[in-house]
């Protein structure tokens, strides 16, 4: 059998809650919430290491690739940076969401049905964007190789996921799923999760050199995420290409 990153039970499971994606106190809450932290992130590591030309657009003229990107809730701010954005996602109910906003945002954003290991381009890209997917795909070692192959040589590879830890499951299972109703029951699976050594091992494996590691927190009192040296749960990494 041919070896592929999509699993069709996670696709059907975010497919069915496709209309939730632009609603901030939907099925898809927690990541409204953790957008502006991601946004702040990858905007800072960015313009850090290619520079800021233009500071209104401060990702002017950068190709960044958005993988697994949903109803393009990065996607869109991204390319409100100034960054030529293209988006997949194995969704076809997902992608049809965000080319249905682009009517109505004008925004340039290249939007495409398809996995990283069908995507059919030339192109290798400044950036590329792999947040809050790689607990969801079917094979995270294809996954990882796949994606580093559209990636240009020094270009940065962001990767955010949940650590496989005690405390991850009860906070991001338990806690997020059952108690808090912040996401519909089912949504992640504990065995999916990925520690950081695994994920940085994986990254050597395909010329990826770590550049940086961060922990992200959610302050119930400032109901917003944060950056932490606390990586148990959340966690973010920035990778180099060789």
Not at 121 to 131: S, W
Not at 229 to 242: G, H, L, P, Q, R
């Given at each position: 059998?041919?070896?592929?990153?999509?699993?069709?039970?996670?696709?059907?499971?975010?497919?069915?809650?496709?209309?939730?994606?632009?609603?901030?106190?939907?099925?898809?809450?927690?990541?409204?919430?953790?957008?502006?932290?991601?946004?702040?992130?990858?905007?800072?590591?960015?313009?850090?290491?290619?520079?800021?030309?233009?500071?209104?657009?401060?990702?002017?003229?950068?190709?960044?690739?958005?993988?697994?990107?949903?109803?393009?809730?990065?996607?869109?701010?991204?390319?409100?940076?100034?960054?030529?954005?293209?988006?997949?996602?194995?969704?076809?109910?997902?992608?049809?969401?965000?080319?249905?906003?682009?009517?109505?945002?004008?925004?340039?954003?290249?939007?495409?049905?398809?996995?990283?290991?069908?995507?059919?381009?030339?192109?290798?890209?400044?950036?590329?964007?792999?947040?809050?997917?790689?607990?969801?795909?079917?094979?995270?070692?294809?996954?990882?190789?796949?994606?580093?192959?559209?990636?240009?040589?020094?270009?940065?590879?962001?990767?955010?996921?949940?650590?496989?830890?005690?405390?991850?499951?009860?906070?991001?299972?338990?806690?997020?799923?059952?108690?808090?109703?912040?996401?519909?029951?089912?949504?992640?699976?504990?065995?999916?999760?990925v520690e950081p050594d695994k994920l940085i091992d994986l990254g050597k494996k395909n010329s990826l050199?770590?550049?940086?590691?961060?922990?992200?927190?959610?302050?119930?009192?400032?109901?917003?995420?944060?950056?932490?040296?606390?990586?148990?749960?959340?966690?973010?990494?920035?990778?180099?290409?060789?």
């Open positions: 059998m041919k070896r592929t990153t999509i699993k069709n039970t996670e696709i059907e499971k975010f497919s069915k809650i496709a209309e939730e994606w632009w609603k901030p106190d939907g099925k898809f809450k927690p990541l409204h919430k953790f957008n502006p932290i991601r946004i702040k992130y990858i905007r800072d590591s960015i313009t850090k290491k290619f520079g800021v030309k233009d500071t209104n657009k401060p990702l002017k003229k950068l190709n960044i690739l958005d993988i697994g990107c949903g109803g393009g809730l990065l996607s869109e701010p991204i390319s409100r940076l100034g960054a030529n954005v293209t988006a997949i996602d194995p969704s076809d109910k997902n992608i049809n969401i965000a080319k249905a906003r682009l009517l109505k945002t004008k925004l340039k954003i290249k939007y495409f049905h398809t996995s990283p290991e069908k995507f059919k381009t030339n192109k290798k890209f400044d950036v590329i964007l792999n947040m809050e997917v790689v607990e969801h795909v079917n094979d995270i070692e294809l996954f990882i190789s796949q994606t580093t192959k559209l990636l240009k040589k020094n270009g940065i590879m962001f990767i955010a996921t949940i650590n496989k830890t005690l405390k991850s499951y009860i906070m991001a299972i338990v806690g997020a799923e059952y108690i808090l109703r912040w996401l519909p029951i089912g949504t992640h699976d504990w065995n999916q999760f050199h770590l550049n940086k590691i961060d922990g992200v927190k959610f302050n119930p009192i400032q109901n917003k995420f944060k950056l932490s040296d606390d990586k148990s749960v959340n966690y973010i990494a920035e990778f180099y290409k060789n």
